[in-house]
């Protein structure tokens, strides 16, 4: 079993190859061919403390490959197990360590151990491309990131891939942390965004003004972006609220777009965002337009006008994990990254035993 840390996943994803496969992971989601069930959510004894294990049997790409599926990869079993300690990074830790493990897809032993954390924040910000490249209009130029995080980065790296940005506007709670991430973006756009302007606001409302695509990376309970901000035709990636209770969208914002999720049945036992204006009354079942899956399968519209307001509400996929996890492990081997460990002989444990007794 090859055991692949963060800094290694870090090197060996690039932005562009996990666009490629979010594409891949949400096609093969909407069509059907992954065996996945909804995560399963743990609590544990402190307050906001949960255990997420989220597993999944993704399909080889050999068993029938189209509608924009990238890259070659074995398939077979496997799971993502992510914490959320909110007293991590008081300790100097990260909130949501965890890990991505993968089973040979034929003999089902163990393959490799991945650091979740870092999969995670690429492969969310890729999807987050993925809707934005579909959803977002032709001539999207301006972005507005809410939140500072390493979910901010990360979409500041996607987003830019997918549109040619003349702005970006970087608002969070503490000021200074939004003018540090301006700061840093130059390092996190491609060489040809050198004429980008990029700037820390002290004001969400600032930030979202006249914006083409709203990034909500928050980790927020009440919603942080309000429908009087919104113009016409932007697109909102809507990524921080993955619990029933929380959201970062109002109502009323919520009402007036058009939405599109990752898979209706998360958005419909997790997205608070949805879910807080269903239990008012505002919305039904059916104001979920579809899954982006179905828009790349041609089965259901992205946007309809360039006055439209679309949502994407992203939940995140187990077959995210798997798909980034087998194209990290691919490339690690293709590099020789990582460290091979052997938890079982060859033979099982009669094998062990034998060997142990010789």
Known sequence: MLVIDAAAVRTLYPMTEAIADMRTAFTLYSSGRVRQPQRC????????????????YVPSIADGAGNGEAGAYGGGFGVKIIAVQPGNPARGLDPHPGVVLLLDPVTCVPLALLDATSITEIRTAAASAVATDL??????????????????????????????????RVWGRTPVRART???????????????????????????VAGADVICTVT???EPVLDSAWVGPGTHINAVGAVFPGRRELTGDLVARSAVLTDSRESALTEAGDLLVPMREGRLTVGH???????????????????????????????????ISAHS????????????????SAPGGTAALRQGIQA
Do not use: N
Not at 42 to 53: D, Q
Not at 135 to 161: C, M, N, P, W, Y
Not at 301 to 315: P, Y
Not at 329 to 342: F, K, L, N, P, Q
């Open 41 to 56: 959510m743990t609590p544990g004894a402190a307050e906001g403390e949960v255990l997420a294990t989220m597993p999944a």
């Open 135 to 168: 959803l977002a209009r032709k001539d999207a130029e301006v972005l507005a990131v809410l939140g500072t995080g390493a979910q901010a980065r990360e979409h500041i790296r996607a987003i830019s891939r997918v549109r040619p940005l003349r702005e970006i």
């Open 181 to 207: 991430l301006a700061d840093e973006c130059a390092s996190l756009l491609p060489t040809s965004s050198d004429r980008t302007t990029v700037f820390g606001v002290t004001r969400a409302a600032e930030a």
């Open 219 to 221: 980790a927020a309970v």
């Open 288 to 322: 979920i337009r579809g899954e982006i899956g179905e828009v790349l399968l041609g089965t259901c519209a992205g946007r309809t006008s360039d006055d439209e307001i679309t949502v994407f509400e992203s939940l995140g996929l187990a077959v995210q994990d798997v």
């Open 328 to 343: 990290v492990h691919r490339r690690a081997v293709g590099e020789g990254t990582g460290i091979d460990i052997t938890l």
